[in-house]
C-alpha cells in the first residue's frame, strides 16, 4: 500500500461547529474532542518516527514513510482550522489543546523512542480502528454539514492508507522477541487508558462549555451511539483485541477496497474549494 500526500482544504460551516452531528451535540462533541488530539498528537507521531528513518534501508519503507509524514502534516493542519473554528464558538480549545501538548512534550523529553514509537504504533492502530468504521458505517459521521463529512471521511481515508507505515518501521528496528511483543501491546494498553480518558474527559468538558444543552441532555441517544447494539465503542473490541495476537500487522484486517474512493473523494473535496473559492 502506497500512501499519497494529498493538499486538501475543507470548509467547515462555523455555525454547525457546535452541533453537526444529526444524533445530537452530546455525539458531536465527542468527535470534537477526539479533533482536539489530532495537531498535537500527529506532530508527535511525526516525531518518533523521524527519530528512527535514518536506520531504514528499504526504499519504499522510506517513500512510505514520506507520505505518512506529509498526511498526517495535512491532517494537523485541517483539524487545526476545525478547532479554530470551536475556539470562535467560544469553546477552550486552547488551554485543552496544552494540557495534551505538556503530556506528548513530558513523552519526548523522558520517554525511551522505541517507547515513544510503541505509543505511534498503538494510536495508529486505534486511528486504523474508527477509521475502518467511518469507512464501513456512514452513519459513524452523519453529518449536516457536508464539508465536515468529507473532512472525517477523508481523514479516515488516509489513516487507512498510511496504516502500516509505522508499525513497519517498528517491525525494522525490533526483531520479533517476547521483549518487543510487551512493548508493542503495553504500548496499547497504557495509550487507551491515557487517550479514553482525555477523550471522555473531554466530550464532557466542551458539552460544559457550549452550554446551550443540560449536561445529560441527549446522554441517551449518546450512550446508544457508543455502546448500543453496533455502537461505536462495541464495534471497536474485537479489531482493538486483534493488536494482541503475536505476529498482528494492521493489513491482516484488508480493508483496501475502501481506497477506491479516495481520488473521487479528493475531486469533490477540490470541486468544493474551487466553488469557495
Ligand atoms: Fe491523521
Ligand atoms: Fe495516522
Redesign the pocket.
Given at each position: 500500500m502506497k500512501p499519497t500526500r494529498r493538499d486538501l482544504k475543507f470548509k467547515l460551516d462555523p455555525n454547525r461547529i457546535c452541533d453537526w452531528h444529526r444524533q445530537g451535540p452530546q455525539v458531536t462533541h465527542f468527535f470534537n474532542a477526539m479533533s482536539i488530539f489530532f495537531p498535537v498528537g500527529?506532530r508527535f507521531?511525526i516525531h518518533s518516527v523521524r527519530h528512527y528513518r535514518d536506520r531504514i534501508r528499504d526504499p519504499e519503507l522510506q517513500q512510505a514513510i514520506t507520505a505518512?509524514i506529509g498526511?498526517?502534516a495535512m491532517?494537523g493542519r485541517e483539524h487545526e482550522d476545525y478547532n479554530a473554528l470551536m475556539a470562535q464558538a467560544g469553546l477552550p480549545i486552547a488551554p485543552m489543546e496544552r494540557r495534551v501538548a505538556a503530556l506528548l512534550e513530558w513523552g519526548k523529553r523522558k520517554l525511551p523512542a522505541i517507547t515513544q514509537l510503541s505509543a505511534t504504533i498503538a494510536l495508529?492502530h486505534f486511528?486504523a480502528i474508527m477509521a475502518d468504521r467511518v469507512l464501513r458505517k456512514d452513519g459513524t459521521i452523519d453529518s449536516r454539514d457536508p464539508q465536515m463529512r468529507l473532512l472525517w471521511r477523508w481523514h479516515a481515508l488516509e489513516?487507512t492508507e498510511?496504516k502500516g507505515v509505522a508499525y513497519d518501521v517498528f517491525r525494522s528496528v525490533r526483531d520479533p522477541s517476547l521483549k518487543s511483543y510487551l512493548t508493542r501491546t503495553s504500548g496499547l494498553v497504557i495509550a487507551s487508558i491515557i487517550f479514553l480518558g482525555f477523550l471522555h474527559a473531554y466530550q464532557r468538558e466542551l458539552v460544559r462549555a457550549d452550554g446551550r444543552i443540560g449536561r445529560l441532555q441527549g446522554m441517551d441517544r449518546y450512550l446508544r451511539f457508543l455502546f448500543g447494539k453496533g455502537g461505536f465503542v462495541r464495534d471497536l473490541v474485537g479489531p482493538w483485541l486483534d493488536y494482541f495476537r503475536p505476529g498482528f500487522h494492521p493489513w491482516d484486517h484488508d480493508n483496501h477496497d475502501f481506497l477506491l474512493e479516495i481520488d473521487a473523494l479528493a475531486a469533490q473535496a477540490q470541486g468544493a474549494q474551487l466553488a469557495a473559492a
Open positions: 500527529e507521531f505518512f498526511q498526517e491532517h495508529e486511528t489513516e498510511h
